[in-house]
């Protein structure tokens, strides 16, 4: 539990699912936006997931009358609009932070990220989104990943496959590596599981609560993802004691070491040695997934990101 608790009303939004769940672990509440119909940004707490009774609904039209103590941006459009469209001018001027979950999509290492205020707290999942934004005269923090997974599922590894887990993986191509996965298909065993993952002949989605104890039985976790965040699904799979194999760019080259929680290289053909490898040899799978449990555990648990997260609101509101 977090030290020096006072409680918190925060407004935010629905922009990722796993992440908001994880982020409603720290003890404020939180109140999310929703409209008519749950379309994307608005969802509120649907879903699966067991929210707690500190998470809270809120219709568009509320919010300009509603008490908070915090404002969380999680989007551009909430940013750009929402803060004018919803918020009283009040509520504009409260203390505020925007999570930025992704690294720039247009130029790589000279955008200009779209907050631009020294009294908004701009706040990065990884250390290499905030290397690669320039954030300008906004402060910035990082708040690395936390996560939750079953207490009774762990790896076992029986599946003589590999695991990929990639939302729209056709639809958002090269970035997201839909070419690195057809490639390393034809050659290792792989299935992929996401939405409309069909379309590349893939398992399709598995549902949130379900995804840690369907992957546990895969031999490894590949991710040929070559431009994003650090994945959740990722953290994820190393917390149950899965071993990842992946393309060594991004927050993941500071993750996984070869041979101790995975592998990764810039080469396809030594994943797919390696993946090949660790097929035929499921005690060194095992190995290595014991070492991404240990990394996972050590850097990535609920309890830290909670207390970073509790910490960084209290100061802002201070």
């Not at 796993?18 to 509120?44: C, M």
């Not at 404002?71 to 469209?85: A, F, G, I, N, P």
């Not at 005269?137 to 029986?158: A, L, Q």
Request: hydrophobic share 40%; with cysteine; aromatic share 8%.
């Amino acid at each position: 539990m977090p030290r020096n608790c006072r409680r918190l009303r925060v407004l935010t939004w629905h922009v990722h699912g796993n992440y908001l769940y994880y982020l409603t672990q720290t003890p404020h509440d939180f109140y999310v936006v929703t409209k008519p119909g749950n379309p994307p940004g608005y969802a509120g707490k649907v879903g699966v997931l067991p929210w707690d009774d500190n998470v809270h609904e809120i219709s568009a039209d509320e919010v300009a009358n509603a008490q908070f103590d915090v404002v969380l941006y999680q989007h551009k459009s909430h940013w750009e609009t929402d803060r004018e469209q919803l918020l009283s001018p009040a509520q504009q001027r409260m203390p505020r932070v925007y999570i930025e979950h992704d690294p720039p999509q247009e130029i790589p290492f000279q955008q200009m990220h779209w907050v631009e205020d020294p009294h908004t707290l701009l706040v990065h999942v990884t250390h290499f989104n905030r290397l690669m934004w320039d954030s300008g005269v906004t402060p910035t923090r990082v708040i690395e990943h936390g996560v939750v997974v079953p207490h009774n599922v762990r790896y076992s590894g029986e599946l003589e496959r590999g695991i990929v887990v990639v939302n729209h993986l056709a639809q958002r191509g090269r970035r997201l590596g839909a070419d690195v996965f057809t490639e390393a298909r034809t050659r290792v065993p792989l299935d992929l599981v996401g939405m409309d993952a069909e379309r590349l002949g893939g398992i399709g989605e598995i549902g949130n609560l379900d995804l840690a104890a369907f992957s546990a039985r895969y031999r490894f976790f590949f991710n040929p993802i070559r431009w994003t965040s650090l994945g959740l699904a990722i953290v994820e799979a190393m917390t149950i004691g899965m071993p990842i194999i992946g393309l060594a760019t991004t927050e993941l080259a500071t993750v996984i070491r070869n041979g101790e929680n995975g592998f990764i290289h810039t080469d396809v053909d030594a994943l797919v040695d390696i993946m090949t490898s660790l097929l035929r040899n499921p005690a060194e799978a095992r190995r290595l997934g014991e070492g991404a449990r240990r990394t996972a555990l050590e850097r990535f648990h609920i309890d830290r990101f909670a207390q970073d997260w509790h910490d960084t609101l209290l100061q802002v509101t201070a």
